[in-house]
């Protein structure tokens, strides 16, 4: 079966950097578009980045767009979110989610996403 497998979580002080990693496996994941959602406490889940299947693409929300950077790798079926000049409203639990569809766009709505990770917290101390 699908499984998506989230990593590098922990506790950072402001201004810190940190790197995700998203395992994927019992798919092509070639195939796939990938993202990165999180959820902060009390809030709803977000989107944060994706990344077309391709990789040529990649998308993301307006609070992370300059300081975060995702990326893949399909000889390992691992997708990466690199987070740098962190700040304690990015405290949150993150997971990597895969989209099968084959339009040419990616997504940021979490509807479209078929597979979902377990989540790995990231907390950001002030």
């Known amino acids: 079966q699908v499984q998506l497998v989230e990593s590098g979580g922990g506790l950072v002080q402001a201004g810190d950097s940190l790197r995700l990693s998203c395992a994927a496996s019992g798919l092509t994941f070639s195939a796939y578009n990938m993202a990165w959602f999180r959820h902060p406490p009390g809030s709803a889940r977000e989107f944060v980045a994706a990344i077309k299947r391709s990789g040529d693409m990649t998308y993301y929300a307006d609070s992370v767009r300059g300081r975060f950077t995702i990326s893949k790798d399909d000889s390992k079926n691992t997708v990466y979110l690199q987070m740098n000049s962190l700040k304690a409203e990015d405290t949150a639990v993150y997971y990597c989610?895969?989209?099968?569809?084959?339009?040419?766009?990616?997504?940021?709505?979490?509807?479209?996403?078929?597979?979902w990770g377990q989540g790995t917290q990231v907390t950001v101390s002030s």
């Open positions: 989610a895969a989209d099968r569809s084959v339009s040419q766009g990616i997504s940021a709505v979490e509807q479209y996403y078929d597979y």
